[in-house]
């Protein structure tokens, strides 16, 4: 069974400051990739997702990951962030083909002002 | 587009009664899932429906029930309710984009049992 590792369970960051936040999963195959962020008071929106092709994805609100498929690994990535960015921010995973996502346990982001 | 809805949004019920959940989603999605939220476990799946049909299926009792009907329009059912269901449970719809499908969450119903 697939799973994913989010070791940081709570980041506390400076407004401007730089975000990286890991995740890393196990799994053999071939996967699909996504963070999703859950705001205060919000459901779950997505934040990006990779499928294939560049390793290097983009998403919305100036927010990056890289998939390192040799350290199944695919962190995420903000160069600067804002007092809005505070959330909680959930990597998942599934296998290519099925389409039951396998979730971390969360990180949460506090930044403050 | 209207987002994926789920009603009630909030529920309480007490031990051993049964509980049904229903979930709208996005228009043109035709795959539902289902998951659970809880502070202990995080987010965990329950299952998929698809053309009315369940795709696949996560580690759950079979008090935890759903089906999908023809307007892709799904509800879950969960039967003689234990303390432990206490979650919020999250409903997602889909749809297939090359090679992988995307889903996008509702609100959530959360469901409190006494």
């Known amino acids: 069974a697939q799973s994913v590792s989010q070791h940081n369970h709570h980041v506390i960051l400076s407004e401007a400051a730089s975000l990286e936040l890991g995740c890393n999963y196990s799994?053999?195959?071939?996967?699909?990739l996504f963070w999703y962020v859950q705001y205060p008071g919000q459901h779950l929106q997505l934040l990006l997702k990779y499928f294939s092709g560049d390793p290097l994805v983009k998403g919305i609100k100036g927010f990056e990951a890289e998939f390192i498929k040799s350290k199944f690994s695919f962190n995420l990535r903000k160069p600067s962030v804002q007092w809005s960015d505070t959330a909680e921010y959930f990597c998942?995973?599934?296998?290519?083909?099925?389409?039951?996502?396998?979730f971390g346990t969360g990180t949460r982001l506090t930044v403050i002002p | 587009k209207a987002g994926v809805t789920q009603t009630p949004r909030y529920l309480i019920k007490t031990r051993g009664q049964q509980v049904t959940l229903s979930c709208s989603p996005i228009s043109g999605h035709r795959s539902v899932s289902w998951y659970q939220q809880t502070p202990g476990q995080g987010l965990q799946f329950l299952f998929e429906y698809f053309s009315e049909t369940q795709r696949n299926k996560g580690n759950f009792p079979g008090r935890f029930s759903g089906r999908q009907f023809s307007n892709s329009r799904s509800e879950m059912n969960v039967s003689t309710l234990e303390l432990g269901d206490s979650a919020l449970y999250l409903c997602?719809?889909?749809?297939?984009?090359?090679?992988?499908?995307?889903?996008?969450f509702g609100p959530g119903t959360r469901l409190l049992v006494l």
């Open positions: 997602a719809s889909s749809f297939r984009q090359g090679a992988g499908e995307t889903q996008y």
């Open positions: 799994y053999g195959g071939t996967v699909n």
């Open positions: 998942a995973v599934n296998a290519y083909g099925a389409n039951n996502l396998f």
